[in-house]
């Protein structure tokens, strides 16, 4: 069995756990969960998926959990040293949170066509998170070059992280590998898995509604 029939199967199980289910209830009125993780490959849903996971003000009453815990799942996957990363696991541990502004499908500036699939922004911590969301698509031509240059000149005063999501191993430009870090959909399983196991008690809730 290979890495792709693993994750599919592991998220097949995640559907059908009966906890998952009250995670499911609560964004049936944002997203389709089938859809997303069973059925569609359009990346904009997965990508408002997560913008509404990671939104401390979002009607999950997570609050700033996911994003937390993101991070945190982040950094322990992060173990490439030749990897720019300009947030620490130290800047990590003081910001705030419930500062937080999500966006998907911002255009990158006037000039370009091309927008950013998630992007994770505070003003008040001045740090930055750019995640580009790929299913099984591939990477297009200076894609990720234009978007990390727009994201330098955009946030100068920022704090930067690039993520690359995807089902597939993606093959970054060798100019570019120092900058992005590669995550697989496993590290989104493990991050609802978290949200089941430690956050039982909000889910509950929703079995009453």
């Known amino acids: 069995m290979d890495n792709q029939d693993i994750l599919h199967k592991n998220i097949k199980d995640l559907i059908f ?4 289910s009250n995670l499911q209830i609560i964004a049936n009125d944002e997203i389709n969960f089938m859809q997303i993780l069973g059925v569609s490959h359009k990346e904009l849903q997965h990508s408002n998926f997560l913008a509404w996971l990671f939104n401390p003000n979002a009607s999950h009453n997570l609050g700033n959990y996911a994003v937390k815990e993101f ?3 982040f950094f322990k996957k992060n173990t490439n040293e030749n990897t720019i990363c300009e947030l620490s696991v130290l800047d990590f541990l003081q910001l705030d949170f419930d500062s937080l502004e ?9 000039k370009s066509k091309r ?22 698509s591939e990477i297009g031509n200076n894609q990720l070059s234009d978007y990390r240059d727009a994201i330098e000149k955009e946030y100068e005063d920022c704090k930067k992280v690039f993520i690359v999501l995807s089902f597939i191993q993606q093959d970054i430009a060798p100019e570019e590998k120092d900058f992005w870090i590669q995550l697989d959909y496993m590290h ?3 991050l609802l898995d978290n949200i089941i196991k430690d956050q039982s008690n909000i889910l509950s809730i929703w079995r009453y509604f």
């Open 17 to 20: 756990d009966e906890e998952f």
């Open 71 to 73: 991070i945190k799942l």
């Open 102 to 110: 999500v966006s998907t499908e911002k255009q990158i500036s006037d």
């Open 115 to 136: 927008r950013y699939d998630l992007l994770i922004y505070s003003a008040k911590e001045k740090f930055v998170i750019l995640i580009e969301n790929k299913i099984y």
């Open 188 to 190: 989104i399983i493990t």
